[in-house]
Structures are given as C-alpha cells and as structure tokens.
C-alpha cells in the first residue's frame, strides 16, 4: 500500500499524467516566438533610432503601429478561425511574423520600418488570439495546466530575447543581424507548427468547427455578466504583470541609482518567477483553479504591500521574483476557469478576455507614469495591491457563486 502510495505521489510530482502532445510543444514555441516579437523592438529601439536619425516620437509609433494591429486582430480572428480553421489561421500568422522580421531587418527607411510592423502586428495578433483556445481545445477537460505550461513559454521567450539580444547588440551586433537571426528563427519555429498542425489533423486530435458565428456568440457573450467579470479579472491580472514588466526596470534606476543592468536584472527577475510559476501551476488539476488563483492573488497582495518596507536593492530583487511567482498563473487560468464557468466554444471567449486583458497592459502603465510623475515612481506603486485586490475580489465572488450553484444541485 505504502509503494503504491509513493508511487502515484511521484508520478503525480514528475507530472507523467500530462500527456503533452506535439502540439502542445509547437504551441509552446510559437508563443515563445510571440513574446520574443514583443520585446525585440524596445531591446533594439535606441540602435535603430541612431541609424535613421530618428525622433523619440517616431520611435515610440513603431510599437504604436504594431499595438493597434494587435487588438485589431484580436477582433476579426475568431472568424478567420470559423473559416478557415485555427491551424491554418494561426500558420499564417506566424510565417507573416518571420516576414515582418525580415522586412524589418532591411527596411532602408521608416516608412518601410511601418509598413514592417504591419506584418509582425498581425502576425503577432493572430498567435495571441488562438494559441490558447488551441490548448483548450486540445485538453478540453484538464485545460489549466497545460495553458500554464504553455504560457511559460512566453515568460522564456521574454527573458531569454532580454538576455540574448541585449547581449548581442552590447557585442557591437548590428540590429538588422539581430533582427533577421530572429526572422530566421520564426520562420524554422513557424515550419515546426505547420508540420505538427498536419500530423494532428491525420490522427484526429484536432477536430475543429467552422460552423459556428462567431459574431452571435460574441454578442451572447457580452450579456452575460458572469463574462464581465472575468473581464475585470483579466484587467486587473494582465495589469499587474505590466506594471512590474514596465516599470521595475525604471524604479531600480532612479530609486538606487543603479546600472541599466541591474533593471535589466531585476526584469529578469520578474520573468524568471512567471516561469517557475506557471511550469509549478502545471501541478495543479483544473478543480482547484480558483484556489490557485485566489491564494496567489492573496500572496501578491502581501509581496506587494510589502514593496513599501523594502529599503535595500538585492531584498528589492528577491521581491520581484516573488511577484512573479504570484501574478504567473492569472492570464492562463482566468481563461480556463473562465472556460469552465461559461462554457460553450472557447475560441470567442478567450479572444475577448485578451481584448479586455490587453487594454489593461497599456491603462496601468499610463496611469502609473501620470502618478509617477507628479508624486514620484515609488507612489506608483500603490496601484498594484490594488489590482491583486481586483483579482482577490473578481475571482473570489465567481467561485463563491460556483460553490453556491454545487450545493443546489446536490440538494
């Protein structure tokens, strides 16, 4: 009894009972690739603004242009996928990707440089729309830790992008080697996806429809109030990994008078806990998603009040990995719990709570430099108990309902 005990607690603990699928590592890849087309311009901005002579204005329109592409996406991709399908849909976004890359890498003038972003916009706005509801429609039933693993891979391609091409343009690499590397990396990525999406269709494990309106679910959607509050959810979560990702760089700088490398460091830092905390959500069974997601909300309130206690750097740097620790798991499993609470087709779904979750990203960074600027960065910093506060609430009121609605229908 004992061995048997011991047995099934290591085959719990190596996580043999995930079954992760070709696809699963295809995706994973992709949305590595993904983050990376996130955080390649703002590495190689400065570069880039010194060899076309060009105005911080200029330069901040680049990310501008690939931004408003993105949410654009975001809302006509769930027909493309009704139509044509989520592999093909998202195939297409990522070979358009690699040749924004490449387009990038050459473009002998700004106006090329937007016409560029064009393509890594959408390309990137497709792979944010279907990359999720892909996992979800692969693992139907146990969907939290395998969106959690696979969401990993966008913290990895984050830190390792950080890391990498920081590195590489220090070494005097110009930008356009590093930007066309990169092209070349998506494209051996995007043909990996390609390969794998026609293998998983021959043996059936994606079986995908295109008969459902998107347009009449969404507006099904929008009247469900259960649906604004994952909505809220997903502000609140997605601007909590912002407000750290975009500002704790800054904060180490002008707070402690530190190198740019100890804010890159303290970023890395950030990252690194998103990693360790979504491949460690992979333990957790989709039953207990709301716990997860309550006790780290409930633990990134208390990191994050204690920021204001912090008065030395390397406890500063301790801090954030913690944090990132704490705000890991809320994107993926607020989708999936989401999933399970609404029910129906994900696909809509999850495009819509990422057009709710994107738009937090760029709120709290803006209100959070409004703030800085006139109280100072460190004042800034009240808002993020406040959104782990948001999630505690958000989530906390919907399981509360969910356990209500268990106990009646058990009566």
Request: net charge positive.
């Amino acid at each position: 009894m004992r061995t048997q005990l011991s047995n099934s607690l290591l085959k719990s603990l190596l996580m043999k009972d995930m079954k992760m699928t070709t696809m699963d590592l295809a995706s994973s890849i992709s949305m590595m690739t993904y983050a990376s087309s996130m955080i390649a311009t703002p590495i190689c901005l400065v570069a880039l603004m010194q060899e076309m002579n060009l105005s911080l204005t200029e330069g901040g329109s680049i990310e501008v242009v690939r931004t408003l592409l993105l949410v654009a996406v975001l809302l006509v991709s769930g027909m493309a996928a009704s139509r044509f399908g989520k592999t093909a849909v998202l195939n297409s976004g990522g070979f358009l990707l690699a040749a924004g890359l490449f387009l990038y890498s050459w473009a002998p003038s700004y106006p090329v440089i937007l016409a560029a972003m064009i393509f890594v916009g959408v390309g990137g706005g497709l792979l944010e729309a279907l990359l999720n509801p892909l996992v979800q429609d692969l693992h139907p039933g146990d969907s939290g830790r395998y969106l959690n693993v696979v969401n990993a891979f966008f913290s990895v391609g984050v830190l390792v992008t950080v890391l990498s091409v920081g590195e590489l343009l220090s070494r005097s690499i110009n930008w356009r080697a590093v930007l066309f590397g990169l092209g070349i990396f998506y494209t051996i990525a995007s043909l990996f996806f390609l390969l794998g999406s026609s293998h998983a269709h021959k043996t059936g494990q994606i079986q995908e429809n295109h008969n459902e309106n998107p347009i009449h679910h969404a507006k099904s959607l929008l009247k469900k109030r259960r649906f604004w509050v994952f909505c809220g959810a997903m502000l609140c979560g997605g601007g909590a990994e912002a407000a750290y990702t975009f500002w704790s760089a800054s904060y180490i700088q002008l707070h402690y008078g530190a190198l740019p490398r100890a804010g890159a460091l303290g970023t890395a830092l950030f990252a690194g806990g998103m990693i360790a905390g979504r491949l460690g959500s992979g333990f957790i069974r989709q039953h207990h998603l709301p716990r997860l997601i309550l006790s780290s909300a409930a633990l990134g309130l208390v990191f994050s009040m204690g920021f204001f206690g912090i008065t030395s750097l390397p406890a500063l740097m301790v801090q954030l990995f913690l944090a990132g620790l704490a705000v890991a798991c809320f994107w993926p499993s607020i989708q999936s719990y989401a999933a399970d609470r609404i029910g129906g087709d994900s696909t809509m779904l999850f495009i819509l709570l990422s057009v709710a979750g994107i738009p937090g990203f760029s709120l709290i960074v803006w209100v959070m430099g409004v703030i800085g600027e006139h109280y100072g960065l460190r004042a800034a910093f009240t808002v993020i108990p406040l959104l782990f506060l948001g999630v505690l609430v958000t989530i906390g009121v919907e399981s509360r309902q969910a356990r209500s609605e268990k106990l009646e229908s058990e009566a």
